[in-house]
Nanobody
């Protein structure tokens, strides 16, 4: 069992930055691929970023590529999402997720554990 706790959400103006963090409970954190997803009201959950177990391979959809950066610190059991040049359409609840395995995943169904989510609101 892996417990995930997100933090760092909040309200920011368009063009601003936020850094989300995800703390994992399990000491075998490095055995898991990690990812970020988001869900806006009335919309399906959307993939945002993924990182492999070692942290040397990442993947982003075009909607956030060049603006968001995912990273992880296996020694501290933490993962982060640096979000720059935020847009109103980035407004959503952001979730971190852990999936068994060493590669990264882009589909929600490949993740086994989820955090409770943190709200990000970008005002225009």
């Amino acid at each position: 069992q892996v417990q995930l706790v997100e933090s760092g959400g909040g309200l920011v103006q368009a063009g601003g930055s936020l850094r989300l963090s995800c703390a994992a409970s399990r000491r075998t954190f490095s055995n898991y691929a990690m990812g970020w997803f988001r869900q806006a009201p009335g919309k399906e959950r959307e993939f945002v970023a993924a990182i492999n177990w070692r942290g040397d391979n990442t993947y982003y959809p075009d909607s956030v590529k060049g603006r968001f950066t995912i990273s992880r610190d296996n020694a501290k059991n933490t993962m982060s999402l640096q979000m720059n040049s935020l847009k109103p359409e980035d407004t959503a609840v952001y979730y971190c997720a852990a999936g068994r395995g060493t590669i990264y995943y882009t589909q929600a169904r490949d993740y086994n554990y989820w955090g409770q989510g943190t709200q990000v609101t970008v005002s225009s």
